[in-house]
């Protein structure tokens, strides 16, 4: 296939250069005669009688009729009628997105966690992306962004999931439609179908428009959904607009090779005098302008980058050698005034020896000889001093070499090495991919993340995801020790006794060792401090009704108490510092705001942590929601605020899952909580390492309440209590058993 310009005249002297050729001249005369059957439809000369074996269609910004001849490779044209039934569907998809949307925001009943956590759980890969999203809607905008106009599957198990039933008929509707073209794009292909088609593995589809980016992405993907049987690859390309003329052509197969040939030797004059766009002989591509033009483009982006890398690296040298060369040029110059001294010298040498004193003359000849001496040596000792300059520089880029090749084969080594620690805890697995332990059992860490690492135990031999909180070993515990030691300030008071202890170090590791042991948070609180000391970039985000601390500094929790007043209902506090937690905790304006609601995600708080947030909710008498999820909060903590919200009547939602440091212990303390608050609407005690027993005890105490109307639990229990407590039936309705 030739695209020239619409030059018609051009045909013509091509048919005259391929006649020059003996293998070639039946091909010429064929496109000869095409060129005159051309001019008889625009009525410049009289109709031939020859009948030619090309056609020849002009693709310019009217045509809306596809290609009559058979298509090589299994090619086929839409024209432009085609591309409003594409902008519909995309239209279809953008409006069904809009109102399933609205339907989940408006409809849901389920929180903003639960749905992130159903999405987090069903798409991983989505994870990132929800990390920020804070709202239904900003979770849903996720969702709709990683759908696709064929593939709306995130929308339809959301929906499931939530029981949105009025979502139901909307996406029949816009499934149908989908279906509607895919059946119109088969009879399509259907009517075209070349007689080799079923040989080719490749189908291209070629747009008689040029659609944006988005749009050739839908076209692409409802291509894809209407011909996914046929098990062929699919690509779709679009004409750009202007003025050309494609000649598909035919001949005996012997000939191609020889036409071939003669092509590549005529390529310069093609290109030149007939504007060549593009050249393609059987399957072989002799000359492509846009692809050359696209390569040369990119070869000219990376030597500027090459070119701008190696100025910046040369800018770099000519600095060091410049500062080298001043310092040479320095000591030269101290060599000269020296040279300078001797040659006056000898000039005073030489007058003095013109005296008739023999004796003089003697001394100063043989002084003369010595500082003659002395001028060479230095003058030596000048030349050396550069020659061992170029040296010297070219041995440290050599050094220096090395030394980064052993520093990244250190490093290296030290990624491979895997870690034995003992768990402080048993933990039994809630997630599919944990690993289950006993407390005291030895384990082989792989990875090490924030709060999950990856591991096996030297026991059972099984292999899975591990709660950080509940493993330690004695040599962290020496590190975090020194680390304590070595910062500049810390807040916790049991943290500065051991700092300001003048006893020995083995004492003030004893002491530290009592610590870790009387608070069980201890060691991830620390683990967290130590990151944030290697350097994290906190930030802070306000609105009109709230006030968002992510890994805040000391700085930056001063100035939020500094700024907040009663229109922020909302604090949430995540990935937070011991130092910044005690900061924003301990402020007692926080006594007095009209606050709402107050999130503590993922920030270890350790007993005076607790001490702050239970006087906050001692003195504030407006909170109605607490939420201390993911890794936040231990045993100690839960029974600390269970004893500071039974004389609680504001708070009506208490959220503590996620917290694998939650076990049997606190059992007793929320048994306790419910016999004797009446405030509490919501418990939530989803994904902690409570057992059986406790939660047994938990629902006993729930018949004496009657204000709780949802009790989330984790379904591995509910077997067993159903079972074992008798008067179940009478409190089920209250119970939520989460999967």
């Given at each position: 296939?030739?695209?020239?310009?619409?030059?018609?005249?051009?045909?013509?002297?091509?048919?005259?250069?391929?006649?020059?050729?003996?293998?070639?001249?039946?091909?010429?005369?064929?496109?000869?005669?095409?060129?005159?059957?051309?001019?008889?439809?625009?009525?410049?000369?009289?109709?031939?009688?020859?009948?030619?074996?090309?056609?020849?269609?002009?693709?310019?910004?009217?045509?809306?009729?596809?290609?009559?001849?058979?298509?090589?490779?299994?090619?086929?044209?839409?024209?432009?009628?085609?591309?409003?039934?594409?902008?519909?569907?995309?239209?279809?998809?953008?409006?069904?997105?809009?109102?399933?949307?609205?339907?989940?925001?408006?409809?849901?009943?389920?929180?903003?966690?639960?749905?992130?956590?159903?999405?987090?759980?069903?798409?991983?890969?989505?994870?990132?992306?929800?990390?920020?999203?804070?709202?239904?809607?900003?979770?849903?905008?996720?969702?709709?962004?990683?759908?696709?106009?064929?593939?709306?599957?995130?929308?339809?198990?959301?929906?499931?999931?939530?029981?949105?039933?009025?979502?139901?008929?909307?996406?029949?509707?816009?499934?149908?439609?989908?279906?509607?073209?895919?059946?119109?794009?088969?009879?399509?292909?259907?009517?075209?179908?070349?007689?080799?088609?079923?040989?080719?593995?490749?189908?291209?589809?070629?747009?008689?428009?040029?659609?944006?980016?988005?749009?050739?992405?839908?076209?692409?993907?409802?291509?894809?959904?209407?011909?996914?049987?046929?098990?062929?690859?699919?690509?779709?390309?679009?004409?750009?607009?202007?003025?050309?003329?494609?000649?598909?052509?035919?001949?005996?197969?012997?000939?191609?090779?020889?036409?071939?040939?003669?092509?590549?030797?005529?390529?310069?004059?093609?290109?030149?005098?007939?504007?060549?766009?593009?050249?393609?002989?059987?399957?072989?591509?002799?000359?492509?302008?846009?692809?050359?033009?696209?390569?040369?483009?990119?070869?000219?982006?990376?030597?500027?980058?090459?070119?701008?890398?190696?100025?910046?690296?040369?800018?770099?040298?000519?600095?060091?050698?410049?500062?080298?060369?001043?310092?040479?040029?320095?000591?030269?110059?101290?060599?000269?005034?020296?040279?300078?001294?001797?040659?006056?010298?000898?000039?005073?040498?030489?007058?003095?020896?013109?005296?008739?004193?023999?004796?003089?003359?003697?001394?100063?000849?043989?002084?003369?000889?010595?500082?003659?001496?002395?001028?060479?040596?230095?003058?030596?000792?000048?030349?050396?001093?550069?020659?061992?300059?170029?040296?010297?520089?070219?041995?440290?880029?050599?050094?220096?070499?090395?030394?980064?090749?052993?520093?990244?084969?250190?490093?290296?080594?030290?990624?491979?090495?895997?870690?034995?620690?003992?768990?402080?805890?048993?933990?039994?697995?809630?997630?599919?991919?944990?690993?289950?332990?006993?407390?005291?059992?030895?384990?082989?860490?792989?990875?090490?993340?924030?709060?999950?690492?990856?591991?096996?135990?030297?026991?059972?031999?099984?292999?899975?995801?591990?709660?950080?909180?509940?493993?330690?070993?004695?040599?962290?515990?020496?590190?975090?020790?020194?680390?304590?030691?070595?910062?500049e300030e810390v807040s916790l008071p049991i943290l500065q006794k051991i700092r300001n202890d003048s006893s020995s170090n083995d004492e003030k590791a004893s002491l530290f060792l009592e610590t870790i042991n009387d608070d069980p948070i201890m060691i991830p609180a620390l683990r967290q401090d130590k990151k944030h000391d290697e350097g994290v970039t906190g930030r802070v985000s306000w609105d009109s009704d709230r006030?968002?601390?992510?890994?805040?500094?000391?700085?930056?929790?001063?100035?939020?108490?500094?700024?907040?007043?009663?229109?922020?209902?909302?604090?949430?506090?995540?990935?937070?510092?011991?130092?910044?937690?005690?900061?924003?905790?301990?402020?007692?304006?926080?006594?007095?705001?009209?606050?709402?609601?107050?999130?503590?995600?993922?920030?270890?708080?350790?007993?005076?942590?607790?001490?702050?947030?239970?006087?906050?909710?001692?003195?504030?008498?407006?909170?109605?929601?607490?939420?201390?999820?993911?890794?936040?909060?231990?045993?100690?903590?839960?029974?600390?605020?269970?004893?500071?919200?039974?004389?609680?009547?504001?708070?009506?939602?208490?959220?503590?899952?996620?917290?694998?440091?939650?076990?049997?212990?606190?059992?007793?303390?929320?048994?306790?909580?419910?016999?004797?608050?009446?405030?509490?609407?919501?418990?939530?005690?989803?994904?902690?390492?409570?057992?059986?027993?406790?939660?047994?005890?938990?629902?006993?105490?729930?018949?004496?309440?009657?204000?709780?109307?949802?009790?989330?639990?984790?379904?591995?229990?509910?077997?067993?209590?159903?079972?074992?407590?008798?008067?179940?039936?009478?409190?089920?309705?209250?119970?939520?058993?989460?999967?």
């Open positions: 296939m030739i695209a020239v310009s619409d030059d018609h005249g051009k045909l013509r002297s091509l048919g005259n250069i391929l006649m020059e050729l003996e293998e070639t001249k039946p091909l010429a005369q064929d496109i000869i005669n095409d060129y005159d059957k051309l001019l008889v439809s625009f009525g410049m000369v009289p109709k031939p009688s020859s009948v030619t074996t090309a056609v020849v269609t002009q693709f310019t910004s009217g045509t809306v009729n596809a290609v009559s001849s058979p298509k090589i490779n299994g090619d086929f044209y839409f024209n432009a009628a085609y591309q409003s039934k594409f902008d519909e569907i995309r239209g279809s998809f953008i409006i069904l997105c809009d109102e399933i949307v609205l339907l989940i925001s408006r409809q849901s009943k389920a929180s903003v966690a639960e749905v992130k956590s159903f999405i987090q759980r069903s798409f991983p890969e989505l994870s990132n992306e929800l990390s920020d999203a804070d709202s239904i809607e900003g979770i849903m905008n996720v969702a709709v962004k990683n759908c696709r106009v064929n593939n709306i599957s995130i929308l339809k198990m959301v929906t499931k999931r939530f029981k949105i039933t009025e979502a139901k008929p909307l996406i029949l509707q816009y499934e149908d439609e989908v279906k509607t073209l895919s059946e119109s794009l088969q009879d399509f292909l259907s009517q075209n179908q070349p007689k080799h088609f079923q040989n080719c593995k490749t189908i291209q589809f070629t747009l008689g428009w040029e659609p944006n980016e988005h749009s050739l992405d839908d076209i692409c993907n409802l291509l894809e959904e209407a011909f996914k049987e046929l098990n062929k690859r699919i690509i779709v390309r679009s004409i750009h607009r202007g003025n050309s003329i494609i000649i598909i052509c035919y001949g005996p197969h012997h000939l191609l090779a020889a036409l071939l040939l003669e092509a590549q030797d005529n390529l310069t004059v093609l290109m030149k005098e007939f504007s060549l766009i593009r050249l393609t002989i059987g399957h072989y591509t002799v000359y492509d302008k846009r692809i050359r033009c696209k390569v040369q483009d990119t070869v000219t982006v990376m030597n500027n980058e090459c070119l701008a890398e190696e100025i910046k690296l040369a800018d770099g040298e000519e600095q060091e050698l410049r500062t080298l060369l001043d310092y040479k040029e320095g000591s030269i110059f101290e060599e000269d005034k020296q040279l300078n001294i001797f040659k006056e010298r000898k000039d005073y040498i030489e007058r003095t020896l013109q005296t008739p004193e023999s004796k003089l003359k003697v001394k100063l000849l043989t002084r003369e000889k010595l500082i003659n001496k002395i001028f060479k040596s230095k003058k030596s000792e000048t030349q050396l001093f550069k020659n061992s300059f170029l040296i010297n520089k070219t041995g440290r880029e050599e050094e220096l070499v090395k030394y980064k090749k052993k520093i990244k084969l250190l490093q290296e080594q030290l990624m491979s090495q895997k870690t034995n620690i003992y768990t402080r805890y048993g933990y039994h697995g809630i997630w599919s991919d944990d690993l289950s332990f006993s407390e005291g059992e030895q384990l082989e860490i792989y990875k090490k993340g924030s709060f999950w690492w990856k591991g096996r135990s030297l026991v059972s031999d099984d292999e899975g995801s591990i709660p950080s909180s509940c493993v330690y070993s004695m040599l962290e515990s020496l590190q975090l020790l020194e680390f304590i030691l070595s910062v006030v968002v601390l992510h890994s805040p500094s000391p700085v930056q929790s001063n100035e939020v108490i500094s700024n907040i007043n009663n229109n922020h209902k909302k604090i949430v506090l995540s990935d937070s510092s011991t130092n910044s937690t005690v900061s924003l905790l301990s402020s007692t304006k926080l006594h007095t705001l009209n606050l709402r609601k107050l999130v503590v995600q993922s920030t270890p708080l350790t007993n005076d942590c607790i001490q702050y947030l239970c006087i906050l909710l001692t003195n504030n008498e407006t909170i109605k929601e607490l939420i201390i999820i993911f890794h936040s909060i231990s045993d100690t903590g839960v029974s600390n605020i269970c004893q500071a919200l039974e004389h609680n009547s504001t708070l009506t939602s208490l959220y503590l899952y996620n917290n694998p440091l939650i076990t049997s212990t606190s059992g007793q303390a929320l048994s306790h909580l419910l016999l004797n608050n009446s405030s509490l609407v919501i418990l939530d005690l989803r994904y902690t390492a409570l057992s059986t027993e406790s939660i047994l005890l938990i629902l006993q105490s729930l018949m004496d309440n009657k204000s709780i109307t949802r009790l989330k639990l984790d379904n591995r229990h509910e077997k067993t209590c159903i079972n074992a407590y008798r008067k179940y039936y009478l409190i089920r309705d209250r119970v939520v058993w989460w999967y």
